[in-house]
């Protein structure tokens, strides 16, 4: 049998992945209620987590298959297995990133049972009812009150929470209207307290609004655009004023101030849809085949050739949480690391057939060129800036040093003193003779969430924010974006927009809602203490500061200029903070691990050119840093 042939079948047969291929090949965990004891080779975490399911292990093996005996040898070598053989064998998914060894069962290692592992579902549970259990300070319990009121109803069930619910509040805006963003922390909140159904409300009626016939000055963007917000209605049915009827009104941009495209809607739609399946366990929610389509809808936009030339996404300014002109159109790390991050989750969701067989290839290798491109172009410190200082420009050839033309004055002053011996970060955004220096948090955060980051860049990161924790931190966790924009370059990058001054609301404004994505990587990475750290500078304030969207000033001392208070992602950040540090094993439901098989993946491809060998220690070597 050869690789390619493997390939084909396994691709076509396995699908959806980890929990069906455990089922097929394994007799339940006696422990388990459900099969959690192997994953397909891209979901490594139980193997470590849980160390008496580790009797059993696959993996691909990293040269191409020539010999296809040695195949079958191999393939039937697992004393486990006997009973599944080789039909088993065939069964299994190897991903399509070019010539890939069939997986190998490896003999059974011999692990030690280990007697009082529990289950990842009794760790939720359990974790769960502590959290139920657990007495909440005054400032959380205020919090859960007004995240309650933010709850928006449609037909009688609630469907999201309104960005914010200042009853002082002058004019509303679109503060009133469910962001697609905004929801996630408030999601978030509902599903670690067990409330789960706003969540799949919210799921499904988004869903129906992605595919609403949408015209912008008579010009339709694609079916799977997410809308950045919606708004429940009341209108007469019928024209009859007697009777009337609740409708959903979406905002894909034709209304939004400077009609920027929502690109970050849906990607945070899949990350949502995974995160609801993993803590709740209704897989089949997203087993559905309007669910499925709803996936497709939005890769299919993502993943569409145009002519770009680099596997980042190409957007325009204002497509993400930063949603006014702030000179991150391009290719802005915050769109990446979502987008990687919903690449991901997709792939783990998406139910494998013939009609899905090309999209997860297409999946697998953008995924391995995504975060070869980001580990390596992205990344910055001390060494990397005193390389790009001494860079050559006007480089023609395939072997250039400095790839995008990159002139060394670029490197603006405030970086020479900034960047730290220790530490380092992924920039804000790379095109053709430009790179953007500015350190963008949220970007960095889910870079590190989603494991964009390498294990050690994701720590240099973390290593940076403590190292510039006031500039970052300061009186109000966490810097949008550092540093601000000032003087001339202010006026021609933000178009001298009266809302984005320097050090105000997107322009280094300080955002208490990043607290959730920051405790999230410092669980991943093992560092909580940082997380509480920032967490109890905010619990110093947001409380008696009436959780304002935003603080001004260079350290945030200031509750911001235009900022509006009681802002839902403030509070539902601050209740997911709290909740996911108190209990850190919940925190899986939104990280992924590190899958060195893209990293195989994308060093297989640069072999073909000869710059690299192709195995995985080449690929550990070359990509991971
Ligand atoms: C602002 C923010 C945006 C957020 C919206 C609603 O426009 O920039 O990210 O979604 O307010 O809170």
Redesign the pocket.
């Known amino acids: 049998m050869s690789a390619t042939t493997t390939m084909g079948l396994g691709i076509a047969t396995v699908r959806p992945c980890c929990r069906l291929l455990a089922a097929q090949l394994f007799p339940k965990c006696p422990r388990h209620h459900r099969v959690p004891f192997l994953r397909c080779p891209h979901h490594r975490m139980p193997f470590q987590k849980y160390p008496h399911h580790r009797r059993i292990w696959i993996r691909a093996a990293v040269a191409p298959a020539t010999d296809p005996a040695s195949a079958r040898r191999l393939s039937t070598s697992a004393d486990p297995l006997s009973g599944a053989g080789d039909k088993a064998f065939e069964r299994i998914y190897v991903q399509g990133l070019g010539a890939v060894k069939p997986l190998v069962f490896e003999r059974p290692e011999v692990v030690p049972e280990v007697p009082a592992a529990p289950a990842p579902e009794e760790v939720k549970e359990v974790a769960m009812e502590e959290l139920k259990r657990r007495e909440e300070t005054e400032s959380e319990k205020e919090a859960w009150r007004l995240l309650k009121r933010s709850v928006v109803s449609y037909c009688g069930s609630p469907v999201g929470t309104v960005?914010?619910d200042d009853p002082a509040a002058g004019s509303q805006l679109?503060?009133d209207q469910v962001?697609i963003?905004?929801f996630v922390p408030s999601a978030l909140a509902f599903l670690l307290k067990g409330e789960t159904e706003i969540v799949r409300n919210f799921l499904l009626h988004t869903l129906q609004l992605q595919s609403w016939e949408k015209t912008v000055d008579c010009y339709s963007p694609g079916q799977g655009l997410m809308p950045?917000?919606f708004k429940v209605r009341t209108v007469p049915l019928d024209g009859n004023n007697e009777a009337f009827e609740e409708v959903l009104d979406p905002d894909f941009g034709e209304s939004a101030?400077g009609r920027v495209a929502p690109v970050d809607s849906g990607l945070w739609w899949i990350i949502l849809l995974r995160a609801y399946g993993k803590i709740t366990g209704d897989y089949a929610l997203q087993e559905r085949v309007d669910v499925q389509t709803g996936i497709k809808l939005i890769l299919n936009l993502c993943l569409s050739d145009g002519f770009d030339m680099f596997p980042t996404l190409l957007v325009t300014d204002g497509s993400?949480?930063?949603?006014?002109r702030m000179g991150i159109h391009g290719h802005p790390l915050e769109i990446q690391a979502l987008f990687y991050s919903a690449l991901r989750c997709s792939r783990e969701m998406i139910t494998a057939n013939d009609g899905s067989q090309n999209l997860i290839r297409a999946i697998n290798n953008r995924l391995s060129a995504l975060s070869f491109h980001i580990r390596e172009y992205y990344w910055v410190d001390m060494k990397k800036i005193n390389e790009i200082y001494r860079y050559k420009t006007e480089e023609y050839s395939q072997d250039a040093t400095n790839k995008f033309n990159i002139y060394p004055d670029q490197i603006p002053s405030w970086l020479v003193d900034w960047i730290p011996e220790k530490g380092g970060y992924l920039i804000g955004n790379l095109q053709p003779a430009h790179m953007d220096f500015r350190f963008f948090s949220l970007g960095n955060l889910w870079a590190i969430v989603s494991s964009l980051t390498t294990p050690r860049q994701a720590e240099e990161v973390l290593n940076l924010i403590e190292e510039k924790w006031d500039d970052l931190m300061g009186n109000m966790p966490l810097k949008i974006c550092y540093p601000a924009l000032e003087y001339d370059e202010w006026r021609i990058i933000t178009g001298s927009d009266p809302k984005n001054t320097p050090w105000s609301?997107?322009n280094g404004g300080s955002w208490p809602t990043l607290l959730w994505q920051f405790t999230l990587a410092c669980i991943k990475m093992g560092r909580p203490e940082l997380a509480r750290k920032a967490i109890a500078v905010a619990e110093k304030r947001l409380l008696n500061d009436k959780w304002p969207?935003y603080y001004d000033t260079r350290t945030g001392r200031f509750i911001g200029k235009q900022s509006?208070l009681y802002?839902?992602?403030t509070i539902a950040g601050f209740l997911t903070s709290k909740m996911l540090l108190e209990n850190p094993e919940l925190a899986s439901i939104l990280t992924c691990e590190e899958d060195l098989e893209l990293l195989e993946g994308c060093a297989c491809s640069l072999s073909k050119s000869g710059r690299t060998k192709c195995s995985r220690r080449a690929a550990k070597s070359q990509i991971l840093v």
Not at 320 to 324: L, T
């Open positions: 960005a914010a679109n503060y962001f963003r905004d950045a917000s101030i993400c949480m930063i949603d006014r609301y997107h969207e509006r802002q839902t992602w």
